[in-house]
């Protein structure tokens, strides 16, 4: 799916899929390594993540409730197969110094949002 008109396609139709989900860094501190699957939702200038898809609704309907985020903002997204033992993985690292690991079985489905996160990193760092 490479030319323009995918690209078009892609933004289209993400908006929001589970995912698994571990933050292994905070600030440059290790963390514990827990996966959890997570409603993850590409918004103009980070990534969002929600217990699930209702979760995202509810969030959203409130006001003052802010939903748990990375900011993309000189963000730097890689495939990682040093980090772990699953398939599928890609690593986003954070301007703050913050590491989380994001994974599906499905390569076209993870592969969507790496493509996703990576052009609008890339769309931030041109201003
Ligand atoms: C971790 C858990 C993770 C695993 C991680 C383990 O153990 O099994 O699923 O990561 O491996 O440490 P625990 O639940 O006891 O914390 P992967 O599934 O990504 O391999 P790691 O320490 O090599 O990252």
Same mark, same amino acid.
């Not at 078009?8 to 989900?21: A, C, D, M, Q, T």
């Not at 995202?56 to 730097?76: F, H, I, P, Q, R």
């Not at 990682?80 to 599906?104: D, P």
């Given at each position: 799916?490479?030319?323009?008109? =995918?690209?078009?396609?892609?933004? $289209?139709? @993400?908006? #929001?899929?589970?995912?698994?989900?571990?933050?292994?860094?905070? %600030?440059? !501190?290790?963390?514990?390594?827990?996966?959890?699957?997570?409603?993850?939702?590409?918004?103009?200038?980070?990534?969002?993540?929600?217990?699930?898809?209702?979760?995202?609704?509810?969030?959203?309907?409130?006001? =003052?409730?802010?939903?748990?985020? $990375?900011? @993309?903002? #000189?963000?730097?997204?890689?495939?990682?197969?040093?980090?772990? %033992?699953? !398939?599928?993985?890609?690593?986003?690292?954070?301007?703050?110094?913050?590491?989380?690991?994001?994974?599906?079985?499905?390569?076209?489905?993870?592969?969507?949002?790496?493509?996703?996160?990576?052009?609008?990193?890339?769309?931030?760092?041109?201003?």
């Amino acid at each position: 799916n490479v030319g323009g008109a =995918g690209v078009i396609e892609i933004s $289209v139709e @993400l908006k #929001g899929e589970y995912l698994n989900k571990a933050k292994i860094l905070e %600030s440059g !501190k290790k963390l514990r390594k827990n996966w959890a699957s997570t409603w993850v939702v590409l918004d103009t200038d980070q990534l969002l993540f929600y217990k699930d898809s209702k979760q995202e609704v509810v969030t959203n309907l409130k006001t =003052g409730c802010k939903a748990d985020g $990375v900011d @993309l903002c #000189g963000a730097v997204i890689e495939w990682t197969t040093q980090k772990s %033992s699953r !398939k599928n993985v890609f690593q986003i690292t954070t301007n703050s110094g913050s590491e989380y690991l994001l994974q599906a079985d499905s390569y076209s489905t993870i592969c969507k949002w790496y493509n996703a996160i990576k052009k609008t990193v890339n769309s931030l760092s041109k201003g």
